[in-house]
């Protein structure tokens, strides 16, 4: 008798036994795939975690259809921490497996195939299986696995389908096909041998019979003068009204030198940086001491000031593990963020950086994953969001995360909730590796553990260059009200310094954080806000699309001319969003190119990039956005950031919300005057007085941990305790009622620690289904792990409950 253990990509907490003949045995290894019959017909890669000759005492077990794998594909290293994080974050096993691989490695029955649309196809080179495939998608767009078993009337598939993914003739559906090819822009400046006056005349003499040269020449110089900032080939030629043949004439000629303004690549092809790195000797030292703390410590936090230069000491220090021939794991909490990164890495590092997120395609992403498995050095370093974790690392030597404090590392939906900077610590841990977390506003929970020495601790308060932090100044919104000082959302304070800073030819960020234009229509006459009928939840309004929207499931109606309630016409808006802001400075300020950065305009598929490119090639002159802006983005030309309104953000109902706010406003305004010239910061506020806005104006990141932590401590909040979130979802909302207080009362009775709930959260619907919350509130002196098992225990009571099975119960450990 011969067996082996699965893990299947299924939302199920079980592994399951599979039956194998004595070769097969023989010749499966932990990590393989396996394609197995589930069901009454469907079929599954399945993923082998051990080996065996115990019969399953429950049931027969069924005969595997085939071996998928030559090698394994996934380490030891790796199931076990995909063990760990089910059991941490009371997960399915299946949950993470499933998570964890890309889809192309885990095709299924129900998969459904097409061809890649624009590559050429030579028949000639297609097995007989192949050719059967490829012709029946000649009649057909589309095919489920399924299908393709019937085609071919075999069941061993798998390995068939996997060729024609490699060899690129088919796709998964589900894919994105498109690239994005970063624009480059093509700038002009004077050579430098004219720019003395001696240099002029005599460039005047040069062009003594070129007339139309002459002329360019002379709009450069208006140009110049007025615009004060980098010109375009492109306006160039359109004020001259030239041509773009002279001025290739005039490059020729050495009179002007043409010149792109970096542009990050997602394809490397230069030369790396031949002049050296040279750490400022604040950098250095910090460097050594994160090698000291290394000595001793497996996690060590760089806590530095906004552009101090902390991703100058991660190359640092990834240059010493690539000595070692070490793999290094370079965690970001946003992909968007990875296009600048990936340009500066490659910079140094050439060909050895690649990437891996969600929004590559199932081929580039099978690809980093063979590449990280073989330990090829194409992908000794790999950047990526959470998700790169699950790469089949089998030689890290450093972790850096990046950002650490970004909620964004915390996956939400769906299950498995982890938290990747966590996850990649106790990951680090079983490679024996180090990791670096950095932030200029370190998470509450990271600091404590620095304070408490389980981390170390390195600190930089300066910035690069010297260059000083920005100066803050507050404007006090009911004072300006008062008097009658504002126009729109702006303060007179704020115009000035705007038009300043355009009038230098510098760029300006403001932060809003809310999108669309103003959440809210309300009638003037009764009162009634329009409400999305699936959530509860009010319509926002977006005035680009005269629409009234639902930020929660997508609803969307026309914005209504009368009150749906009383039928009055006089409806006004409430609140102001982002759309707002950008509206108010077209009249503001009518002559600028103002763009937006929020959900709605880098929803397209690289809209974050196109934004940022435009912003950083000078193509826009203010930019607005959501926090968004938030996320250690490096422009050199903002010398001024404006926070809209700092109040909204302070009172949202969360214990997180002080030092979230604290974290939003910090990293907002480290985005002023990040070279050379002191930046300013203007933020608009109804409490100028409240400690949390006093503490970003003064830099003070230890009064606010210490004020926080101390709130912590008294309210039982994190880091003294553990939260554990129970989320029930029904449509009906009594039958909801009655089984969370169910759930809540047997929780009780177990429990002596504080559980709190049923409760019914800010936002009571989505999609049609009510919401209720329980949560649980662990003193870090008790065992998590018992803990987490009673109330285990407790949920699979709750689901053999028959009145209650149909309520959904999701887990959420270390809620966020
Ligand atoms: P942080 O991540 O701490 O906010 P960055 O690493 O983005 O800061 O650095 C801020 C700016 O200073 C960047 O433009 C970076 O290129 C520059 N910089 C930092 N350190 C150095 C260095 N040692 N040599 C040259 N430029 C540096
Ligand atoms: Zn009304
Ligand atoms: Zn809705």
């Excluded at 069901?39 to 051990?50: C, D, E, N, W």
């Amino acid at each position: 008798m011969h067996f082996v253990e699965v893990i299947l990509p299924l939302s199920l907490d079980k592994t399951f036994t599979y039956s194998v003949s004595e070769t097969e045995y023989n010749y499966i290894k932990i990590g393989m795939r396996l394609a197995v019959p589930f069901g009454k017909s469907r079929i599954y890669t399945a993923l082998v975690i051990a080996i065996h000759q115990n019969k399953p005492t429950l049931y027969d077990a069924k005969e595997i259809h085939q071996i998928l794998d030559e090698k394994p594909i996934v380490t030891e290293i790796q199931i076990t921490h995909w063990q760990w994080i089910a059991s941490y974050y009371m997960c399915a096993i299946g949950d993470v497996y499933r998570g964890a691989m890309p889809s192309a490695l885990l095709l299924e029955s129900e998969t459904i195939i097409s061809q890649k649309n624009d590559g050429f196809v030579d028949e000639s080179l297609l097995t007989d299986d192949e050719f059967l495939i490829y012709e029946a998608l000649q009649q057909q767009s589309s095919l489920k696995v399924q299908d393709i078993i019937n085609i071919l009337n075999k069941k061993n598939i798998f390995p068939v389908i996997q060729k024609l993914i490699d060899k690129n003739i088919l796709v998964l559906q589900e894919e994105m096909l498109e690239t994005y090819t970063p624009k480059l822009v093509r700038y002009v400046k004077l050579h430098s041998k004219y720019e003395t006056n001696e240099g002029l005349s005599e460039l005047l003499e040069v062009l003594k019979n070129a007339n139309k040269q002459k002329e360019i020449v002379l709009s450069y110089f208006q140009l110049s003068a007025s615009e004060k900032k980098p010109i375009t080939v492109k306006k160039l030629i359109e004020v001259a009204n030239s041509t773009s043949t002279i001025v290739k004439t005039l490059i020729d000629k050495e009179i002007f030198e043409e010149y792109y303004i970096q542009v990050d690549r997602v394809n490397f092809i230069g030369k790396t940086k031949d002049e050296q790195l040279q750490l400022s000797e604040v950098q250095q030292i910090a460097f050594e001491e994160i090698k000291e703390n290394f000595t001793q410590k497996e996690v060590c936090l760089l806590h530095g000031v906004t552009s101090s230069g902390k991703t100058e000491i991660y190359i640092k220090l990834i240059e010493q593990y690539i000595k070692e021939e070490k793999q290094i794991l370079y965690l970001l909490p946003e992909i968007a963020l990875t296009t600048q990164l990936v340009g500066r890495l490659r910079d140094y590092f050439g060909n050895k950086v690649a990437v891996f997120h969600s929004k590559y395609s199932n081929n580039e992403r099978v690809e980093v994953w063979q590449q990280v498995l073989e330990q090829s050095p194409k992908a000794q370093i790999v950047i990526g969001a959470r998700s790169a974790l699950f790469l089949p690392f089998s030689n890290l030597g450093l972790v850096i995360v990046d950002e650490e404090h970004e909620q964004t590392f915390k996956q939400v939906d769906p299950s498995p909730r982890y938290h990747a900077r966590d996850a990649s610590i106790v990951l680090a841990n079983s490679h024996k590796a180090k990791v670096l977390l950095g932030s200029a506003t370190p998470s509450i929970g990271t600091y404590f553990n620095s304070q408490s020495g389980k981390y170390g601790l390195v600190e930089i308060s300066k910035r690069y260059g010297n260059v000083k932090m920005p100066e803050i100044e507050l404007v006090n919104l009911k004072d300006k009200y008062f008097r009658k000082q504002m126009s729109g959302h702006f303060s007179d304070i704020l115009i000035e310094e705007i038009t300043k800073t355009l009038s230098l030819g510098e760029q300006v960020i403001l932060f809003q954080n809310r999108r669309g234009f103003s959440p809210v229509i309300e009638c003037m006459t009764c009162g009634h806000v329009p409400q999305c009928p699936q959530c509860d939840v009010s319509l926002t309004y977006h005035k680009f699309k005269n629409q009234l929207r639902c930020h929660y499931c997508g609803y969307s109606m026309a914005k209504p001319t009368n009150c749906h309630s009383c039928t009055s016409v006089h409806l006004t808006t409430k609140g102001f969003g982002t759309e707002q802001i950008q509206q108010e400075l077209v009249e503001l300020f009518p002559n600028t190119k103002v763009g937006r950065m929020d959900q709605d305009t880098t929803r397209g598929k690289f809209g974050f990039e196109k934004i940022i490119d435009s912003f950083k090639n000078r193509e826009i002159d203010i930019l607005v956005g959501t926090q968004m802006l938030a996320k250690g983005l490096d422009f050199d030309n903002v010398s001024l950031v404006g926070i809209m309104n700092a109040d909204n953000m302070l009172y949202h109902p969360d214990f997180r919300a002080f030092e979230r706010s604290y974290q939003m406003m910090t990293q907002v305004s480290g985005r002023s005057g990040r070279s050379e010239k002191q930046g300013k910061v203007i933020i608009q506020t109804y409490n100028p007085d409240h400690n949390i806005i006093q503490q970003v104006v003064h830099n003070n990141y230890i009064g606010m941990y210490k004020e926080q932590l101390y709130d912590r401590q008294i309210y039982h909040y994190p880091p003294y305790y553990k939260l554990i979130k129970l989320t029930l979802k029904h449509r009906d909302f009594d039958k909801l009622k009655e089984g969370s207080m169910w759930l809540y009362q047997v929780m009780k009775q177990n429990f002596t620690i504080p559980i709190l709930g049923p409760e019914e959260p800010p936002i009571s619907r989505i999609r049609n289904e009510y919401i209720r919350t329980i949560m649980v509130k662990i003193p870090t002196n008790q065992s998590l792990q018992g803990t987490k098992k009673t109330i285990q225990k407790i949920l699979n009571s709750f689901d053999v409950v028959p009145q209650y099975r149909a309520i959904k119960v999701s887990v959420n450990v270390d809620f966020y």
